[in-house]
């Protein structure tokens, strides 16, 4: 028997994407996710741009997550450039990093993923039955938006970023106010953790290859080498020996894999199931209360992975901002110079890696940027075909709401990646 499952538009993401699934006596002979965005060329015109307008050009791939593409420029530039920053500088990158990931991490669990887990189309029907649940992710989501508009400048596309650290640093008493607010949005994020670990989990596991930075001493934000749960070990700088990207037919996106082993996946439960030691006492506790243990290799758990990210990110961002004393220059200076420079960060969605080859004028020679969600691609129809059988074997409803919500596990940004939806099952006799 051979059936189609047809998914023509993914819903509760970031982006235009769509889904087919061809089964031939219930195995899957074809998983396609389907991206028909226009791509937006944004490494062409980022050549014979000056190096410095980097941050604020990738920052405009993608809304939800600006922060990480400033990060991984400024990283890649300034490892071109011999740049290294104090302290000072790297602790208020680490919490405008934080900011981003409080942001987005609270978005996505409270109303993106959990309506799935809990049986409503979106968040405002789901707000009908549960509105303590809407109104925490709200006030954590407000948090983390705060840290960016007092530090970055404002919520979106925060403009206060440039190579060398920023154009201004914050005042105390400008800082300081946040805090309050900070430690609520952590005790509401450790007890919504409860609520989310009752949550009904499918049963599925795969032996993913799990990739992520590792820091020597901090949770990886934006800093570290890339290492894998299958051995991997290497500088940024060494990233393209070691993977690469390729264009698939039906897809407008390039699909990363590992040159040696194929698809591999990034994101909060990776960063997780490599970085445990890692995490801050609060955090770690927080994950021992709801009996999460590593390694998880069930990709719907990836939304615990993220509480329990959300709960690290708020703590550190609360030893940021009680720690802070305004010393010190915004930047450091900047050379301009030829060179080569690699720099990978942890967006919400996993490992962010940037190159530039910047000329003795300052220009932009050459760019390649590599988004999580290219990254996941793979894992993300490997997935999908794990599942399919099961799919196959659901009414048309219950097919429908599994295979987006697995997709929804990644939290894919099909722009850098915005409706789930008709889902066609046709079928035609014996294959």
Known sequence: MKRTIKVDYLARVEGEGALTIELVDGRAESVKLRIFEPPRFFEAFLRGRAASEAPDITARICGICPVAYQMSACHAIEAALGVTLPESLRALRRLLYAGEWIQSHALHVFMLHAPDFLGYEDALAMAK????????????????????????????????????????????????????????????????????????????????????????????????????????????????AHFVEEQVPHSTALHARLRARGAYLCGPLSRLNLNFDRLRERARASADAIGFEVPCKNPFKGLLARGIELVQALDEACAIVAAYQAAGPASVEVPRAAGTGHGATEAPRGLLYHRYVIDETGAIEAAQIVPPTSQNQRSMEEDLSELAPKLASLPHAEATWLAEQSIRNYDPCISCSTHFLKLKLVESGNA
Request: aromatic share 10%.
């Open 129 to 240: 039955d549960h509105a303590e649940l809407v109104k925490q992710g709200l006030f954590v989501k407000q948090a983390g938006n705060a840290i960016l508009r007092v530090l970055g400048g404002r919520e979106v596309h925060p403009i206060n970023v440039k190579v060398g650290g920023f154009y201004r640093l914050p005042r105390v008493d400008e800082l300081a106010p946040l805090l309050p607010t900070l430690e609520r949005a952590r005790e509401t994020m450790e007890a919504a953790l409860g609520t989310f670990a009752g949550l009904p989990f499918p049963d599925f596991e795969r032996d993913y290859e799990f990739v992520a930075l590792r820091h020597a001493s901090d949770y990886p934000f934006s800093e570290g080498r890339i290492v894998s749960s299958a051995g991997l070990d290497i500088a940024v700088a060494d990233y393209d």
